[in-house]
C-alpha cells in the first residue's frame, strides 16, 4: 500500500495533501495546511469528506523552522496513512526558469539550478526548497520531484515571453514566464471533462487568491499571461502591487532613498489590497470592514482585474469563456459580478442567482462568454505528475515495485 504526499511551502504557510495509491489511480486521503509559520504555526487537516481530523497549535515562536514543522506533519501523516508508506513526494516549485518545462525528480544538479533562479521568485523559491532540502535530511531515499509553476507557460507564443528591453537582457533569461501554472494546467484538465467544446475555445482563466493572474489559454494553452519575468507582475494582489509603472521605482530609489531591500519589502509585501486599504490583505476583511479605504482597495482590484482580462483578449482573438477560481475566485460573488460588469460588452451576461450560489456555471444560455467556478487543485496536480513520472514503465529506479 503506497501513498503520495503533495507539498506547498510558501513563507509563512505549508500547504499538504495525501494520496493513496491503489493500481495506478490515486485517491486523496488527507489534506490541510500549516498557517503562521513565523509567528504563532497551527495547522488543520481535513479528510476527503471534508471533516477536520487534525487542529494543532504550536506555542508562538518565531523561531520554529520549516523543518522542524515538517518533520512534526511528516510524524503526523505516518499516523494516518497506517499501513500505507509514502514512496515519493511532490513539490511546487515556483520557478523553473527556461529550462524546465516538465516535473523532474530532485537531485543535486536540479537543486543547484533551482537554486541561481531565487532572485526571480525571492518570495517563494527560497521556501520551495527549503523544504525540498529539509525532506532529504529527514528521508534522504525518498524520491522527491519538483513541479514548476512556469512549466504550463514554457511553450507561450515567443512575443509573450519578450519584454521591451534591448535583445541581450532576452538572451541573458530576462523574460516574461508566467506562473500559477499548476493551478492552470488543473484548470485546462477540469474544462477537458466538463466541456471539450469550451476546453477548445478561447478562455481567460482568473486564478484570484493571496496572489492573483490571468491566463489566457487557447485550446487548453497557455498563450498569454498577466505574470510575467516574476510574481510581481499583473493584477494587484493581497500584499503585492502587480503591474507598476517602473519610473515608481527609479523615484523610490533616488529620491526617497529606498534601498533595494526596502523597495522589495514594499513592493511584495506592503502593497496591493493591504497597501491600499491600509486595513489588511484579506478579501473577506475587506469586505467586512467599514473604512472607505477598504472599499477603495476593493474598487481597484476589480478595476486591475478587469483592466487586464480586457488586455488578453486580442492574445485570444475573441473571448469564450471566462474561469474564476482560487479563494476569492471561487468564493466572493461580489467580485466575480463586478469583474463580468467591467467586460459585459463582450457580451458577457451573469446569472445572478447561480452567481450567488458559487455555481459551477454562472452565465446565462444566452451569453456569449461562458462563465464558470472551477476550484482549483494544485496538489493533485503535483500528486498526478509524481505517478507519471515514477510509475513502473516511464521511469527510473522502481521505487514503486519495492
Ligand atoms: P493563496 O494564494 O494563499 O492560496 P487563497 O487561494 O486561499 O490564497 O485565497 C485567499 C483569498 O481568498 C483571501 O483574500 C481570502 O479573503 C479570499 N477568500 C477566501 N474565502 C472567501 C470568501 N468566502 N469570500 C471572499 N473571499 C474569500
Redesign the pocket.
Known amino acids: 500500500m503506497k501513498a503520495i504526499v503533495s507539498l506547498n511551502a ?1 513563507s509563512s ?1 505549508i ?1 499538504f495533501a495525501l494520496y493513496r495509491l491503489v493500481d495506478d489511480a490515486l485517491t486523496f486521503d488527507a489534506g490541510g495546511k500549516i498557517e503562521e509559520i513565523g509567528s504563532r504555526p497551527r495547522l488543520k487537516a481535513r479528510n476527503a469528506d471534508g471533516e477536520i481530523i487534525l487542529e494543532r497549535d504550536w506555542p508562538a515562536d518565531s523561531a520554529i523552522s520549516h523543518a522542524h514543522l515538517l518533520e512534526d506533519l511528516f510524524g503526523w501523516a505516518a499516523t494516518q496513512l497506517g499501513d500505507r508508506q509514502i514512496v515519493a513526494i511532490g513539490h511546487r516549485i515556483v520557478h523553473g526558469g527556461v529550462r524546465f518545462a516538465a516535473p523532474r525528480i530532485v537531485d543535486d544538479a536540479l537543486l543547484g539550478a533551482l537554486e541561481t533562479l531565487i532572485p526571480l521568485a525571492p518570495l517563494h523559491q527560497p521556501h520551495n526548497l527549503a523544504a525540498v532540502r529539509a525532506l532529504r535530511a529527514l528521508a534522504p531515499d525518498l524520491p522527491q520531484i519538483a513541479c514548476f509553476d512556469t512549466a504550463f507557460h514554457h511553450d507561450l507564443p515567443a512575443l509573450a515571453t519578450r519584454l521591451p528591453l534591448p535583445r541581450s537582457f532576452h538572451e541573458e533569461g530576462v523574460r516574461r514566464y508566467g506562473f500559477h501554472g499548476l493551478s492552470y494546467e488543473h484548470i485546462a484538465r477540469r474544462l477537458r471533462d466538463i466541456d471539450p467544446l469550451y476546453a477548445g475555445g478561447r478562455v481567460i482563466a482568473a486564478h ?4 492573483a493572474s490571468l491566463c489566457a489559454m487557447n485550446g487548453g494553452a497557455s498563450v498569454d499571461t498577466t505574470m510575467g519575468f516574476t510574481a510581481l507582475d499583473g493584477l494587484m494582489m ?1 500584499t503585492r502591487t502587480g503591474a507598476l509603472d517602473p519610473g515608481v521605482i527609479l523615484y523610490l530609489q533616488t529620491h526617497q532613498g529606498m534601498s533595494v531591500a526596502e523597495v522589495e519589502t514594499l513592493l511584495y509585501k506592503q502593497s496591493g ?1 493591504l497597501g491600499v486599504s491600509g486595513v489588511s ?5 475587506l ?1 467586512a470592514s467599514a473604512a472607505p479605504e477598504a472599499g477603495e482597495a476593493i474598487d481597484l482590484f476589480v478595476r486591475q482585474a478587469a483592466r487586464q482580462a480586457a488586455s488578453l483578449i486580442p492574445s485570444l482573438g475573441g473571448l469564450d469563456g471566462l474561469v474564476f477560481t ?3 475566485g471561487e ?2 460573488p461580489v ?1 466575480r459580478a463586478r469583474i463580468c460588469d467591467c467586460l459585459a460588452w463582450t457580451g458577457l451576461m451573469l446569472d445572478p442567482d447561480a452567481n450567488r450560489r458559487n455555481d459551477p456555471l454562472i452565465s446565462t444560455p444566452g451569453s456569449k462568454v461562458a462563465v464558470r467556478v472551477i476550484p482549483t487543485d494544485e496538489e493533485a496536480v503535483i500528486a498526478g505528475h509524481v505517478m507519471t513520472l515514477l510509475k513502473p514503465d516511464g521511469r527510473p529506479d522502481g521505487w514503486i515495485a519495492s
Do not use: V
Not at 484570484?208 to 496572489?211: E, W, Y
Not at 490583505?281 to 476583511?285: G, V
Open positions: 510558501g504557510s500547504k484570484l487568491g493571496n496572489g493581497g489590497l490583505s484579506d478579501m473577506r476583511t469586505h482560487a479563494g476569492i468564493n466572493d467580485i
